[in-house]
């Protein structure tokens, strides 16, 4: 199991959460995942097979960027 955390600094209400958690929970491999809104962080627990690209991409299917 690997755990990833993103700096999203547009996530700000319950729709985001939902918006964000709905599109990364479609990846195969995807087991969690926590939003925290007060401090914007992303964190994606998955299998290892599931590359980072793939998390990145579907926080941006979602509608969000991530802080670099």
Partial sequence: ???R???V???SCEHCVS???NELTRINGVEKVDVDLER???T???SDEVPE???RE???EAGFDIAE
Avoid: N, R
Wanted: proline share 4%; aromatic share 4%.
């Fill in 9 to 11: 600094p547009d996530v």
């Fill in 1 to 3: 199991m690997v755990e």
């Fill in 5 to 7: 955390t993103y700096s």
């Fill in 53 to 55: 690209q793939k998390i």
């Fill in 58 to 60: 579907g926080i941006d």
């Fill in 40 to 42: 914007k962080l992303v």
């Fill in 44 to 46: 994606v627990a998955s």
């Fill in 19 to 21: 918006s964000i958690t």
